[in-house]
């Protein structure tokens, strides 16, 4: 079992930067690719940023692409999400996972999840 959780996350206002941590304990190892999804109101939970176990290979959804930088840290069991340039689209509960293979880029590879945080972009 792997316990992910968020800390972090509040109101911001459009512009601003934020970031995003996720702390892992329990079963933890660097051998988990991590994701960070969203679930904005009304609407269903996307992925929108991953990353390989190694830390090589970082995907994005195209709407965050070139403002969200995923990054980790084996030793210490993290992850954070660099959040620039943030917009009211951006509105949502943000969601830390992990999943037991190499690179995940679909929502269904991930086995863990975060309880999430919310991020309330304000025009």
């Known amino acids: 079992q792997v316990q992910l959780v968020e800390p972090g996350g509040g109101p911001v206002q459009a512009g601003d930067s934020l970031r995003l941590y996720c702390a892992a304990s329990g079963r933890t190892s660097s051998h988990y690719a991590m994701g960070w999804s969203r679930r904005a109101p009304g609407k269903e939970r996307a992925l929108v940023a991953a990353?390989?176990?190694?830390?090589?290979?970082?995907d994005y959804a195209d709407s965050v692409k070139g403002r969200f930088t995923n990054s980790r840290d084996n030793a210490k069991n993290t992850v954070s999400l660099q959040m620039n340039s943030l917009k009211p689209a951006d509105t949502a509960n943000y969601y830390c996972?992990?999943?037991?293979?190499?690179?995940?880029?679909?929502?269904?590879?991930?086995?863990?999840w975060g309880q999430g945080t919310q991020v309330t972009v304000s025009a």
């Open positions: 990353i390989s176990w190694s830390g090589d290979s970082t």
């Open positions: 996972a992990a999943g037991s293979v190499f690179r995940a880029t679909r929502a269904y590879e991930y086995d863990y």
